[in-house]
């Protein structure tokens, strides 16, 4: 009985730090150094995902710096980055570890090692 308490546990702080990864920088960065003591898979499944996330969003604003072509392809990245978001906060709050549409492989890919 209390393995299963354990285990209820650790997959709710893990679903809370996943949630917090998501919401702004300062979020990922409080969810990275929680997780950086418990260790928790889930919670770093998805602030990978989330420093994705922000590193694209980083990426479209050096982008949007570029007259009428940069501007343009700022303005969709946001749109799209935003569905990212939203799908990646819904997973992290359904409790599932799935990867974000078009560039969430890369993602995992990307920072195998964190």
């Given at each position: 009985m209390?393995?299963i308490h354990?285990?209820t546990v650790?997959e709710n702080?893990g679903?809370?730090?996943?949630?917090i990864?998501y919401?702004?920088?300062?979020?990922?960065?409080?969810?990275f150094v929680?997780?950086s003591?418990?260790?928790?898979?889930?919670?770093?499944?998805?602030?990978k995902?989330?420093?994705g996330?922000?590193l694209?969003?980083?990426?479209?604003?050096?982008i949007?710096?570029?007259?009428?072509?940069?501007?343009?392809?700022?303005i969709v990245?946001i749109?799209?980055?935003?569905?990212?978001?939203?799908?990646?906060?819904?997973?992290?709050i359904?409790?599932?570890e799935?990867?974000?549409?078009?560039?969430?492989h890369?993602?995992?890919?990307?920072f195998?090692?964190l």
């Amino acid at each position: 009985m209390a393995s299963i308490h354990n285990k209820t546990v650790t997959e709710n702080e893990g679903k809370t730090i996943a949630i917090i990864a998501y919401i702004t920088l300062i979020g990922l960065i409080i969810a990275f150094v929680m997780n950086s003591e418990k260790k928790n898979e889930f919670a770093r499944y998805h602030i990978k995902q989330s420093l994705g996330l922000a590193l694209t969003g980083l990426t479209l604003l050096i982008i949007g710096l570029i007259p009428i072509l940069g501007w343009l392809i700022n303005i969709v990245g946001i749109f799209v980055l935003l569905y990212l978001w939203i799908m990646g906060l819904i997973n992290a709050i359904n409790g599932n570890e799935k990867p974000l549409p078009i560039l969430g492989h890369k993602y995992l890919e990307w920072f195998k090692n964190l």
